[in-house]
């Protein structure tokens, strides 16, 4: 099916339904925020009934994301209430925080093939699993809200300025204030009709900033400190372990500055002579990998799936079972 069919045919999904769940990622970012935030705003002016969840979202974290405060991140007791769930940003089934009750659902569906909820998956990383019934995934996007963007402007659907600040804030924050490579001229060119449209770029790049804190900077200068760097490999690799942030961070503090990994290893991703960038961490028993590149000719998606994870060509990460040791040229996993 064409992209623009499948825009129409989710809009029509969408339109008819009874009642509608959006889900995006666990720990969510701006762009999995502001997605549901813009979707929330689209079926408050469509009048259906919507839960919005996402696992393990910190209340108020982005408070000055539109409809920041509908996001639960309480699971919805029955999956079987909605008549379509539209999952947005989530990269894999695993990533949705309801994978079990999901493949439950496609399970009883071998069964009985038109039983609902039907399923839409809106998303800009790379393929990890098929599961949805109509999958809209576009890894040239920028961000997921530019699917937003792209599905309603299929549908002639009018975007106001909430819907704008939500779009705008995703654009923003996943191509780092326009800085990656990822700055496409769709992108551009979606921002500046969000501008006409009454999107606040400058409030909304610094309310974006505006979420940095002390312990943030701490856990910066400590990444900058443990850099092990390979001119001859070009690999940049960094580690945090478990004492490392234990150390600098309350368990509270350690909640909130999740996403700032992404940002860090970004920012290592910029030094001269740079082909891969590699952020480590001890989390919770297990490692964390993020991985960033600007090379056209590399494809750290596929370094992370080796690793059980996923993403984009230029940004990646997986997560592993086990604790890091030091080793002289870098860090090996261990456990
Ligand atoms: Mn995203």
């Not at 999952?87 to 309801?98: H, M, V, Y």
Request: hydrophobic residues 40%; negative net charge.
């Amino acid at each position: 099916m064409e992209l623009n069919d499948k825009l129409k045919l989710a809009f029509q999904k969408i339109s008819l339904a009874n009642k509608i769940l959006l889900v995006s990622h666990t720990a969510p970012d701006p762009d999995a925020l502001s997605s549901l935030g813009a979707m929330l705003e689209v079926l408050d002016i469509l009048g259906i009934e919507k839960s919005a969840y996402a696992e393990k979202k910190i209340d108020s974290a982005y408070s000055f994301i539109p409809h920041e405060e509908d996001i639960s991140n309480q699971k919805p007791e029955s999956l079987e209430a909605f008549s379509v769930i539209l999952i947005l940003d989530c990269g894999s089934i695993s990533r949705t925080g309801l994978e079990t009750e999901l493949r439950a659902i496609l399970e009883a569906r071998r069964l009985a093939p038109d039983r609902t909820p039907y399923i839409i998956e809106f998303d800009h990383h790379e393929s990890v699993d098929k599961f949805a019934d109509l999958e809209i995934r576009i890894s040239s996007k920028a961000s997921t809200t530019e699917i937003v963007y792209d599905f309603l402007r299929a549908n002639n659907f009018t975007i106001n300025k909430t819907i704008a600040d939500c779009i705008l804030t995703g654009l923003i924050s996943d191509t780092g204030n326009f800085l990656h490579a990822n700055s496409s001229f769709d992108a551009l060119a979606a921002s500046s009709y969000l501008l006409l449209k009454g999107a606040s770029l400058v409030k909304i790049s610094s309310q974006l900033r505006g979420v940095g804190s002390l312990s943030a900077l701490k856990i910066w200068g400590k990444v900058f400190n443990n850099i092990k760097f390979n001119s001859e490999t070009g690999l940049i690799s960094s580690a945090l372990i478990k004492k490392d942030l234990d150390e600098l961070l309350t368990p509270e503090e350690r909640v909130k500055v999740t996403d700032i990994f992404g940002d860090i290893v970004s920012f290592m991703s910029y030094l001269s002579g740079v082909e891969i960038a590699l952020l480590l961490r001890e989390d919770d028993g297990r490692v964390k990998g993020s991985l960033r590149t600007n090379y056209d000719d590399v494809d750290v998606s596929l370094i992370a799936q080796g690793f059980g994870g996923g993403g984009h060509k230029r940004a990646a990460g997986f997560s592993v079972n086990g604790s890091l040791e030091e080793t002289k040229g870098g860090w090996r996993v261990i456990g």
